[in-house]
């Protein structure tokens, strides 16, 4: 009668979890273009063993990517669900988009759709540009957001965002939410009597 490996079964496990956790660390910091080079060495593993356990960089991106932006995201639409106001709503969402591209380099990597092989990552994205869209119809619907915003505008918009965080790393977070207003504040209608330009 053979008996099963137990140590080695409970080794490979130890061994998978470490590589994810090592994972989230090195993508939170850099992105999903980090390489699996770093994400090896703060696992203590070869890359060979990466591709072993995953099958491939997208494997282990699929493997991480709801702890990682997924569960942000979800959260944040459901806190907005629970709002009646229309302009509350959309601005609620794209504040917390906008910092979820702050706090996580990985968030703009699903927005741009950096991996469109990623299964999980394309239906995360496209649920987050759908939800987008509706709150940007009933917005302009309720005549609180101007009615020249398309939905390829707020699209952009929320892209740029990443591109800002990118090129000013030494910004606060808190200096970055201040100027969220400013943008938010040009969304809205403008004043009766004062044409838009």
């Known amino acids: 009668m053979t008996v099963p490996d137990r140590p080695r079964r409970a080794d490979a496990r130890r061994n998978v979890e470490g590589i994810r956790r090592a994972a989230l660390d090195v993508f939170r910091s850099g992105g999903l273009s980090s390489s699996l080079d770093e994400v090896a060495r703060v696992a203590g593993v070869s890359k060979g063993t990466i591709y072993h356990r995953f099958g491939s960089r997208r494997g282990l991106i699929d493997a991480v990517v709801d702890e990682l932006v997924a569960e942000r995201f979800q959260g944040i639409i459901a806190a907005v669900e629970q709002l009646d106001d229309p302009l509350d709503r959309f601005e609620r969402y794209l504040i917390g988009t906008w910092l979820l591209q702050f706090d996580e380099p990985a968030a703009n990597d699903v927005l741009i759709r950096a991996l469109p092989e990623s ?24 005549g609180v957001v101007r009615a020249d915003l398309t939905p390829d505008d707020l699209n952009y918009l929320i892209l740029e965002r990443g591109a800002v965080v990118q090129a000013c790393c030494e910004q606060t977070r808190e200096d970055y939410q201040r100027r969220l207003r400013f943008l938010l504040d040009g969304l809205r209608p403008p004043i009766a009597g004062r044409s838009a330009r």
């Open 119 to 142: 299964e999980p990552l394309t239906v995360l994205c496209e649920r987050a540009r759908g939800f987008a869209r509706e709150l940007l119809a009933d917005a302009q619907a309720a």
